[in-house]
């Protein structure tokens, strides 16, 4: 999920020379007609001229208003992040669909220069908030019911208290913060300007990355020592952007005093840190029951003596090679919704008719896929890199969990629909998890079931172990960081020291994997960013086994979850379903759904 991120315009597509069907692209007018649109122009205008009006109106004043004054000016503060949020989400996605198209590029660097002056003189606001007496500021929400619903909000700004700067630091970083954009924006042109020749073809990132997935070992094999090829070229700018972007990020954290480089991200989840640490433990704990056990399951399904990473993601032999087409993966999705509940395809449904899915592989356009949710009087959009394999399948039922979970939040407003991270990844894994017992439900032999069953376990491995593994990369790195610049060696060194403590002792690790760390956007874009996918895969583990166990009631508690958006804490939001996640035995119950399908897979060998 990116947060900045004309007609419908399909396209046929093909993967490997079979027909996908026809693709939608983007139908942005709902956003703006065009970047020369007059309603943009009157946008970005409204929010010059309302944001020097909001700091000549309560700059310095903030404490001596009333409970009706508060929330006006909540209310105003509210409005121009939803004008704002509109600007950069057109941006945003149209330079995503074209990364390497200067004139566009230019155009999202415009507007955040632009939005940036308009709200910088906006930055006096959060930190008067953070001023204000908290038992004068509970009066207030005695007083006005108005004012109360934005409790939580103001509550996770005033968590930032303890790490604020003055008025005029505060000011200058907010106006500085377009240069680590430019670092962000330098990763992702880089990223989507690589080529990559496998058998005689070249082809962007997300189509190699694709190959890992292949039948063809040789295949696998290629695209593997490719990535590494290319990747190794371009090791210098990779560096050169993770060392500066770390280096700004401990210079920032030490201004503000915060005591760890994840501080800042536990913060804005909302999460305790021990709740993390809770998290990783348990999931580090289980790698021999998981991930350990599963590979080394796969070897001898693989007929290998050892497993390459390229063998990692390779499908079972017994599972046919298969190229999925647009329209059946919408149908395989959309039933699985449907079966849940029918409010869940209704609410999908839009995404295909209105043009609000980009499914197709361009040149230029950002690899991975996402769903951004715009402004809460639009809708969002998902971005997805479409090639007709089973996992694209499973990408899509993702990505429209977010996008149903974005439409539900918008009820709440521009403030409280944005959902933490560690619970904006419930409904993706959620409507994954649908889509696979749909499948799974109709699998007609042994073998059918075996390849889901596999193929579920190595999604949820990905997600947990690979995630936390990931997360483990990043506290490494960033303490490096502290120490001093490090070179493309340290970096690879500090990748390889998490990977075969994760994925366990049936792999060797060829030449040329330690880079592999290099094309990861999360790393760039969002900093601990990666916790939160085990953390909402956790959860809806736990989640599902208590809907399997009880499902009276379910759909309309889930649903109302969803609806709450940001304005509830997880300990608020998980109650109802008698959930904690300060538990340890939350986390279990998540990591012996997985177990489970390891031991019936085992079964299955006898």
């Not at 004012?147 to 630091?169: F, G, W």
């Not at 240069?179 to 042109?189: I, P, S």
């Not at 390779?314 to 029918?342: C, K, M």
């Not at 209105?354 to 998902?382: L, N, Q, R, S």
Request: charged share 30%.
């Amino acid at each position: 999920m990116r947060t900045l991120p004309f007609p419908v315009h399909d396209a046929n597509a093909t993967a490997g020379g079979k027909d996908l069907g026809r693709l939608p692209e983007w139908d942005l007018s709902d956003l703006y007609s065009g970047a020369d649109a007059p309603e943009l122009a009157r946008d970005l205008d409204w929010l010059e001229t309302e944001c020097a009006s909001f700091a000549a109106d309560y700059e310095g004043k903030l404490a001596n208003l009333d409970a009706d004054g508060l929330l006006e000016c909540i209310r105003r503060d509210e409005a121009i992040s939803r004008v704002a949020g509109r600007v950069m989400s057109f941006a945003g996605l149209r330079y995503y669909q074209q990364t390497t198209d200067s004139a566009r590029a230019k155009f999202l660097s415009d507007c955040q220069e632009k939005i940036t002056r308009f709200t910088t003189p906006l930055v006096f606001f959060s930190l008067e908030l953070n001023r204000l007496d908290e038992d004068a500021l509970k009066a207030m929400y005695e007083e006005n019911a108005g004012l109360a619903r934005y409790a939580p909000v103001l509550r996770r700004i005033r968590a930032m208290k303890p790490y604020q700067l003055s008025d005029e630091l505060e000011k200058f970083l907010h106006d500085l913060g377009v240069v680590g954009d430019a670092w962000e924006r330098l990763f992702d042109e880089t990223i989507a300007g690589l080529t990559f020749t496998v058998e005689g073809e070249e082809m962007g990132i997300e189509a190699t990355l694709t190959l890992l997935t292949d039948h063809d070992r040789a295949k696998r094999e290629e695209a593997a020592r490719e990535l590494a090829r290319v990747l190794g070229e371009n090791l210098r700018t990779f560096a050169r952007v993770h060392n500066t972007t770390t280096k700004e990020k401990e210079v920032l954290d030490r201004w503000r005093g915060m005591p760890t480089a994840q501080t800042g991200r536990h913060l804005s989840n909302d999460v305790e840190p021990e709740v993390v640490e809770a998290l990783r433990a348990a999931v580090v704990g289980a790698y021999p029951r998981l991930s350990h056990r599963y590979y080394e399951l796969k070897r001898k399904w693989l007929g290998l003596e050892r497993m390459q990473v390229w063998d990692r993601n390779a499908p079972l032999p017994l599972e046919a090679p298969r190229t999925i087409p647009w329209d059946e993966a919408r149908e395989t999705v959309t039933a699985a919704y449907a079966g849940f509940d029918p409010r869940m395809a209704e609410l999908a449904e839009p995404f295909f008719e209105k043009g609000w899915i980009d499914a197709g592989v361009k040149p230029g356009k950002a690899p991975g896929a996402f769903a951004h949710p715009t402004v809460t009087d639009a809708h969002p959009y998902v971005m997805l890199n479409y090639l007709g394999k089973p996992r694209d399948v499973m990408t899509l039922a993702h990505e429209l969990g977010h996008g149903v979970h974005q439409r539900l939040a918008a009820e709440q407003g521009e403030l409280l629909a944005s959902t933490p991270l560690t619970l904006a990844e419930t409904a993706s894994v959620f409507g994954e998890m649908l889509t696979f017992r749909r499948m799974l439900d109709g699998a007609q032999t042994d073998a059918e079931r075996k390849v889901l069953l596999a193929g579920k376990v190595e999604d949820m491995i990905n997600t947990l172990v690979r995630q936390i593994a990931f997360y483990d990369f990043e506290c490494k790195l960033h303490a490096a960081r502290r120490e001093g610049e490090l070179t493309p060696d340290d970096i690879g060194a500090l990748w390889m020291s998490v990977q075969a403590e994760s994925l366990g002792p049936a792999f060797d690790f060829m030449d040329g994997y330690e880079t592999f760390w290099a094309y990861i956007p999360h790393f760039v874009h969002s900093p601990f960013y990666v916790y939160a996918y085990a953390f909402g895969d956790g959860l809806v583990n736990a989640l599902y086994a208590v809907y399997e166990e009880d499902p009276a009631g379910f759909e309309d508690r889930y649903f109302e979850m969803l609806r709450a958006g940001g304005s509830k804490h997880h300990k608020d939001l998980l109650a109802p379903f008698g959930l904690d996640a300060s538990d340890p035995a939350f986390w279990n119950k998540g990591l012996s759904m997985i177990e489970g399908m390891i031991d019936e897979l085992e079964s299955m060998e006898g």
